[in-house]
């Protein structure tokens, strides 16, 4: 887990939790306001911005895009490792959803409340992490710079730490895949590590949560006091993924369904993520499937991929034999060795009249140019039981430099990733409790 983690773990079991806290401030008050909609009735929507627009509520200084690409890479592979077992009433809410420079570069951020008087934080979504996290003062070994105070635990009058002796400590095994401690204190310490080598070490607790409308009191999440690694200027993580610590999980009781939906944006849109029930009929879709390695995220079966119509020629046996995952903080879709060749080939056959360029960090087809200069067939990925999402063109390619556009798609080993690139304006449903995911175009506002 690495010697700065140790020694952050190793502190933690001998001090306690002090205080210095306030309110986020979004210094661009200029901007303007936008509502998002989605399939969610009775759901409050708010504005959602890139984080390198000015407007957003945690901008991030620009990374080239080579930066982004490695960190995504060591995303892709921890998923893989886990993936493989090499690891150890009803109502609707929902909440702002933006890109940002995160855990393994990819994920997005949003808006959530904390704390009795509620505070307000900016963090970053992942379906791939089950416990969610706030950077808590006095920061006893180390905080990252965020946007606005850090929160303040005695500040919070709903605030309790977590004893070493409740049901929920020993669950962090199965939410973190790093064991629990115990401070000399008899409060409950987490781990919380990522592929990337991000990680956030603390003090397991219990405050009310608020998301828009809606109040969670006694939500269980980790108040970091070693929190390092790419988290930009959030101040936490909030984790979607199948286990009972997940924020999902915790949620559902008072939306009163165990399922959330997403519309990750471009830089040119806005997107949501809501939970609780939702319009069915518009979606189609797709099984879950189990994967007994790692139960708690998110596995499809991807079934055929077609280029303007036509299947791509592969055997069935090259998607049915990698596990599939859908995950919303990898960017680039990762596919079987086999099938992504073939992708690879039709597409540079039906572009061949374009130039072609260099391969760019981990794509390897290239042309000269943008997206918006290529005739780009229509490329479906097609789902068990027949979700398909057809893909728009910038869906497909993405555009690494001024002069460069590549195809969005890199070969994997052992497992294969739907990534946030390809997911982009279409609203996702993940719908835990029917054990299906669905999808629907056009999702963002």
Not at 33 to 58: E, I, M, N, Q, Y
Not at 226 to 234: A, K, R, T, V
Not at 237 to 255: H, R, T, Y
């Amino acid at each position: 887990m690495g010697l700065t983690l140790l020694l952050g773990l190793s502190l933690l079991l001998t001090t306690a939790i002090a205080s210095d806290g306030g309110e986020v401030t979004n210094p661009q008050s200029s901007c303007s306001s936008k509502s998002s909609t989605g399939d969610f009735p009775s759901s409050v929507h708010l504005t959602l911005h890139h984080p390198r627009d000015p407007c957003s509520p945690a901008p991030l200084p620009p990374l080239p895009f080579s930066t982004i690409l490695h960190h995504d890479d060591h995303r892709a592979h921890s998923l893989a490792h886990r993936a493989s077992g090499r690891s150890s009433s009803s109502s609707s809410v929902s909440a702002p959803l933006t890109p940002g420079t995160s855990v393994g570069v990819g994920n997005y951020v949003t808006r959530i409340g904390l704390g009795t008087p509620s505070k307000t934080y900016i963090v970053v979504v992942d379906t791939g992490s089950s416990l969610s996290w706030l950077q808590c003062s006095p920061c006893n070994v180390s905080c990252h710079d965020q946007v606005g105070p850090v929160f303040d635990p005695s500040s919070s009058t709903s605030y309790r730490p977590v004893p070493c002796s409740a049901s929920e400590c020993s669950s962090l095994p199965s939410a973190t895949l790093n064991p629990s401690g115990c401070s000399e204190s008899k409060v409950c310490v987490y781990e919380a590590s990522y592929g990337d080598s991000s990680f956030s070490v603390g003090y397991l607790s219990r405050d009310t949560l608020s998301i828009a409308s809606l109040s969670v009191p006694g939500f269980v999440y980790g108040c970091g006091q070693d929190n390092e690694g790419l988290f930009g200027q959030s101040a936490g993580l909030i984790g979607l993924a199948k286990n009972k610590l997940s924020l999902l999980s915790q949620v559902a009781p008072k939306v009163g369904s165990l399922a959330f939906s997403y519309c990750l944006p471009t830089t040119s849109s806005t997107g949501f993520v809501s939970f609780g029930p939702y319009a069915a009929s518009k979606f189609s879709y797709t099984p879950m499937v189990s994967n007994s390695m790692d139960d708690t995220l998110y596995f499809v079966k991807l079934a055929a991929i077609t280029v303007a119509g036509k299947s791509l020629p592969v055997s069935s046996s090259s998607y049915s034999g990698t596990p599939t995952i859908i995950d919303s903080g990898t960017v680039i879709t990762r596919l079987p060795s086999d099938v992504y060749s073939a992708l690879a080939d039709a597409l540079s056959a039906s572009l061949s009249k374009y130039k072609k360029a260099p391969a760019y960090s981990i794509l390897d087809t290239c042309f000269v140019g943008s997206v918006r200069g290529l005739a780009v067939p229509e490329v479906s990925l097609v789902f068990a039981g027949g979700a398909t999402m057809r893909l728009p063109p910038r869906n497909v390619f993405i555009d690494v430099d001024g002069d460069t556009t590549c195809v969005a798609f890199a070969p994997s080993g052992r497992v294969a990733i739907v990534g946030n690139r390809q997911q982009q304006t279409f609203n996702v449903v993940y719908d835990v409790e029917k054990a299906r995911v669905g999808f629907a175009a056009g999702g963002c506002g």
